[in-house]
């Protein structure tokens, strides 16, 4: 990608394909007067909404409706903008989008706008992204912490964290000149407690961030059992409404490929793992192949068995067939069958639940469960959790990596370059995050992400 800061004309259809009340072509650009005047006859009055036509290269009426013109600097990209409402359909915006592109303005790449934003200092990295996770989000709780980020809240505290550490390196990088008396000063500046503060906090934005990233990204549990066990039971359970259909037929549920359930505004994605048996059937195939590369991904592996059944062979075989190292989750459905009741078994490398899927019994130990083997702490209850992106939290563990070390050097000797190098290192990770010293490549996959028009 190329990311070199441009100011063309760029217009894009903010709002989803399809036909809506109002459809808007957003349009951007260092200087939109001449654009405006071409299309709308005059520039509209800053910040009002003004009521205008939209008008083609004949003078010819496109389209009327709502004009809004935000001037450079004060507007989302920190350049001019014009946002045009039109009716929502798709004809219409076409039109308008072809009348943009005749008047010198060129298709928005995805997140092109924020792209903008961000390059223009009106957003850091970690706002930016918030912007794209708060379009994406699929609960409220995700929602709600993509906001917190946009407002600033994950970058104030990432921001706080940088500043403890540059005064750390102040003191220790002042102290370098006096060599004599170096561990005295430091002694005396409490360099140690300083150290252990910013190492705590950093713990503290790493618990809140991964159980945030959780609330986004949820985790992915392969459902594995014969035909007939109770699957679609189960997931229905879990999922307290009919999604999946359930039958009497074995071998009914190979379209379903992967469901999404929320326990605690958590997402639980459940591949079923009913395309698995061997077959020559080359639709079946298919659905195999994309349950295997799905289960390659997975984090857990929910084992299905009868209570009743006394024949388990084949689930050795579909056991053999996964990774080994999925931490795996079995359940014994039916009981109610045998009239016994619910309960759990922790083993020390497995866990076995007695449930049952069409009575309920024993769902709650379930949920319970898969919420504790995902990492998920039920008292935050999503308020100050961060949502977190993988790539955020590879930096903090770095930074987490570098004070360690800095740590260590301290305990050995105060080794003073070596330390203040670890502590820049750390800086410098966290900084990333905002990012300051992101490389173009790494921005050009974050913005290549968003939807086109925001
Ligand atoms: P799947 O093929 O593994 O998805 O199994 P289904 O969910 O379609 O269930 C197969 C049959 O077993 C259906 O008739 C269900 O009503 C029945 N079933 C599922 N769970 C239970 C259970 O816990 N108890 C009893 N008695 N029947 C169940
Ligand atoms: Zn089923």
């Given at each position: 990608a190329d990311l070199e800061k441009r100011s063309d004309i760029i217009a894009a259809v903010a709002t989803p394909p399809g036909r809506g009340g109002i459809g808007i072509v957003r349009v951007s650009g260092k200087n939109l007067q001449p654009f405006a005047e071409a299309m709308l006859g005059s520039l509209p009055k800053p910040r009002y909404a003004c009521f205008s036509k939209f008008y083609d290269e004949n003078e010819q009426v496109i389209d009327q409706g709502i004009a809004l013109y935000f001037p450079a600097p004060h507007s989302y990209t920190g350049e001019d903008i014009l946002e045009l409402q039109g009716h929502g359909g798709p004809v219409i915006m076409n039109l308008l989008m072809a009348r943009c592109l005749s008047v010198g303005a060129r298709l928005a790449q995805p997140g092109e706008f924020t792209l903008r934003a961000y390059l223009n200092n009106k957003l850091d990295l970690v706002q930016a992204e918030s912007v794209a996770d708060i379009i994406e989000a699929s609960t409220s709780e995700a929602a709600r912490c993509a906001m917190r980020s946009l407002q600033g809240a994950f970058s104030a505290t990432i921001d706080s964290l940088v500043r403890l550490i540059i005064e750390l390196r102040v003191i220790i990088e002042a102290t370098?000149?006096?060599?004599?008396e170096e561990i005295d000063i430091l002694q005396s500046m409490q360099v140690g407690h300083q150290l252990a503060v910013i190492q705590d906090q950093l713990e503290q934005v790493l618990i809140a961030s991964r159980q945030g990233s959780l609330l986004q990204e949820g985790i992915k549990v392969v459902l594995v059992g014969q035909?007939?066990?109770?699957k679609s039971s189960l997931m229905n359970q879990l999922a307290e409404e009919e999604i999946a259909i359930v039958t009497?037929?074995?071998?009914?549920?190979?379209?379903?490929?992967q469901q999404t359930i929320k326990i605690e505004g958590v997402p639980i994605h459940i591949i079923d793992t009913a395309g698995l048996r061997k077959t020559d059937d080359i639709v079946e195939k298919k659905g195999i192949e994309r349950t295997q590369a799905a289960i390659q991904k997975a984090d857990m592996l929910l084992l299905l068995l009868d209570?009743?059944?006394?024949?388990?062979s084949s689930n050795h075989e579909i056991l053999n067939n996964l990774p080994a190292s999925l931490p795996r989750l079995i359940i014994y459905n039916k009981i109610d069958l045998l009239n016994i009741d619910p309960g759990i078994e922790n083993k020390a490398d497995q866990v076995i639940i007695h449930l049952s899927a069409k009575t309920g019994a024993g769902i709650t130990l379930l949920r319970q469960k898969l919420l504790e083997m995902a990492g998920w702490?039920?008292?935050?209850?999503?308020?100050?959790?961060f949502m977190a992106r993988q790539r955020h939290l590879q930096a903090l563990m770095a930074a987490k990596t570098h004070l360690e070390n800095a740590r260590l050097l301290m305990e050995n000797n105060y080794q003073l370059e070596l330390l203040a190098e670890e502590l820049r290192c750390s800086q410098t990770a966290l900084a990333t995050i905002m990012?300051?010293?992101?490389a173009d490549d790494l921005l050009g996959e974050i913005f290549s992400h968003f939807c086109i028009g925001k």
């Open positions: 370098l000149d006096f060599p004599e035909p007939n066990v109770g009497e037929i074995p071998g009914t549920t190979r379209d379903t490929i209570s009743n059944a006394t024949d388990n702490q039920s008292n935050n209850a999503g308020e100050g959790l990012g300051e010293f992101t």
